[in-house]
């Protein structure tokens, strides 16, 4: 243990270290209240680059130098794909897909919204498909006299653990293998979904069976 290095070492600018949290909080807690303040996540974004920026104005340069530009033009391809994927209404398609084959069947229509969410989910943004799934799960309740808040649990649980199963069905998949790939440490879609993959399916299995015994 004498060997181990004092923490209180590593914070070389403690101003610089306090400010920063400060900015990291004031993110938080506004991408979590942004419903009631009606700020869009992009809006909080920029505005806390912006912050970060004029607090530390002597490294402008070095962070500006440290963004991972590659990773951020994949974004804006990807949410092109999504915007004309949700012009040409193929996310509503499969949506109402759910509702033609699950029929009144209560398990079959929870076990479609989960695992067809979660496939979706890995390959297409979860946020627009999500979006485009709420009035049609609200149609189902309503149709099917089953509650809403059942179906949309099962709407969370696929959009959210399907994007674990590829390299670009979240957000942080992609950031961190791009991190990765810049230190050295390339991370394909077969070694990635060898793993993730997997792992997925499981989670899936027992979300689903959760579902079934919490709300059935």
């Not at 938080?28 to 974004?45: F, K, N, R, S």
């Not at 012009?87 to 919204?113: C, P, R, W």
């Not at 890995?122 to 089953?146: E, K, S, W």
């Not at 674990?164 to 394909?188: D, H, Q």
Request: charged share 10%; net charge neutral.
């Amino acid at each position: 243990m004498a060997d181990c290095p004092d923490p209180k070492d590593a914070i070389t600018d403690k101003k610089g270290f306090v400010i920063s949290c400060i900015i990291f909080a004031a993110a938080i807690v506004l991408l979590v209240t942004h419903a009631m303040t009606g700020l869009t996540v992009a809006t909080i974004g920029v505005f806390i680059s912006v912050l970060t920026l004029l607090a530390a104005p002597s490294h402008c340069a070095e962070m500006l130098r440290k963004v991972d530009y590659k990773t951020l033009l994949f974004f804006v391809g990807l949410f092109v794909v999504v915007g004309g994927l949700e012009q040409t209404h193929f996310l509503e398609v499969i949506a109402q897909f759910i509702g033609d084959i699950s029929g009144g069947n209560a398990k079959l229509m929870i076990a479609i919204i989960i695992w067809l969410s979660a496939v979706a989910s890995a390959f297409v943004d979860n946020i627009p498909f999500a979006a485009t799934m709420i009035p049609v799960i609200r149609g189902l309740a309503a149709a099917q006299g089953i509650d809403l808040s059942t179906l949309a649990w099962s709407l969370s649980m696929g959009t959210d653990i399907g994007g674990s199963a590829t390299p670009i069905g979240a957000s942080a998949n992609v950031v961190g293998t791009s991190l990765a790939a810049r230190e050295g440490y390339i991370i394909g879609w077969g070694k990635y979904c060898k793993y993730l993959a997997p792992a997925t399916l499981i989670v899936l299995v027992i979300s689903t069976g959760f579902i079934f015994a919490r709300y059935l």
